[in-house]
């Protein structure tokens, strides 16, 4: 099956510092991506979509400013969480839609970030 | 606006026994709704979605326009069903998933 990878699957930074997380689509071209955040012992939501070579989508309440994504190809799209502060301390999980089968998405299996 | 409603956090049963976890959701159109899994240390799965009509693993859901439900159903479970499940459903138009807050089903010997 389609495989999505996500790297890192950990990071632990400094506050006010900026990490970068890599979601990548492995064996499929995916036209568009999303990214979710998870909080402890709650559900996914939806934090904006990315669609190769364009601008992303972002949802009410996401500061797109903070949270920089790039999908500059068909395989890769990078989640940015610029100047970083412990609330941003999250669970983010990618997903990305296969090009062919466009009905189905592919989860990775995510990145805990911890914001010191 | 869109909205996925599981209301039992928890749900423990024995093995062999029935099982069914609700989900109900509140959305003006027609949406596509999906049933997803996540075992123990593993990622994010899709399970089942209301347009295939088909059954995984034993599981089957019915899509219920006129209760808006769409709950996940086995007739005997198993110890390897137990994981977190989250119903879902994406708009027409819209292709992103709005999530429930999921049903962590236990299933003891």
């Known amino acids: 099956g389609a495989v999505v990878s996500q790297h890192p699957s950990r990071v632990i930074c400094k506050s006010g510092t900026s990490v970068k997380i890599e979601c990548r689509s492995l064996d499929f071209q995916a036209t568009t991506m999303f990214w979710y955040r998870q909080f402890p012992k709650q559900s996914l939501m939806l934090m904006a979509t990315s669609n190769e070579g364009s601008k992303a989508t972002y949802e009410q309440g996401v500061e797109k400013d903070k949270f920089l994504i790039n999908h500059a190809s068909l395989t890769l799209s990078t989640l940015t969480v610029t100047s970083a502060h412990p609330e941003d301390s999250s669970f983010y999980i990618c997903s990305a839609r296969d090009r062919v089968s466009r009905n189905e998405q592919f989860f990775g299996p995510g990145t805990r970030l911890t914001v010191l | 606006a869109q909205r996925v409603t599981q209301p039992e956090k928890l749900l423990s049963v024995f093995k062999g026994a029935p099982v069914e976890l609700k989900c109900n959701y509140s959305y003006s159109g027609s949406p596509e709704l999906f049933w997803y899994v996540q075992y123990s240390r593993q990622r994010l799965q899709l399970l089942l979605r209301h347009i295939s009509r088909e059954s995984i693993k034993g599981f089957t859901a019915d899509l219920n326009k006129g209760e808006t439900s769409f709950h996940l159903k086995k007739p005997f479970a198993q110890e390897e069903d137990s994981a977190m499940y989250y119903c879902?459903?994406?708009?027409?138009?819209?292709?992103?998933?709005?999530f429930g807050s999921g049903t962590r089903l236990q299933v003891q010997p």
């Open positions: 879902a459903l994406s708009g027409p138009g819209r292709r992103a998933l709005t």
